[in-house]
């Protein structure tokens, strides 16, 4: 009971690597949250201080017209394969890069020069 306790201490994901953090992580490293998000757990007094960051940014990124296409590139989701191997994330993770490769495509009109598939993943880890 003591393992479920602190792997799962409150609110929030539970404390590893698993499909939301990854994920949480995955996002953050393409550049569409902020620096550090991802790490801070849900009931952490400075995800508050986060959230009013991300609040200040907001106006300006608005103003800047930033869209998801500006920031899913090859080079980003490459990023984040690497993020994810080295972290041991989720393997929930290559389904949905892959689909955001995908969706990215559909939604711009281009691609954005990946096409991603199960062994980009396994050429990454190795």
């Known amino acids: 009971m003591n393992v479920v306790c602190n792997s799962c201490p409150g ?3 539970c404390g590893g690597m698993y499909p939301a953090i990854t994920m949480a992580s995955v996002i953050e490293t393409i ?3 902020l620096p550090y998000s991802s790490s801070t757990p849900a009931e952490d ?3 508050l201080d986060k959230c009013r960051i ?3 940014y907001l106006p300006d990124l608005i103003k800047m017209d930033l869209k998801p296409q500006d920031t899913i590139t090859p080079k980003s989701l490459r990023n984040a394969m690497v993020m994810v191997m080295a972290l041991g994330g989720s393997t ?3 389904l949905h890069l892959i689909a955001i490769a995908r969706a990215h495509s559909w939604n711009v009109g281009r691609s954005v020069g990946l096409q991603l598939a199960l062994d980009d993943f396994q050429k990454v880890s190795d």
């Open 31 to 33: 550049g569409m949250s």
């Open 54 to 56: 991300a609040g200040k």
């Open 92 to 94: 929930n993770v290559v």
């Open 45 to 47: 007094p400075l995800k």
């Open 11 to 13: 609110a929030g994901a």
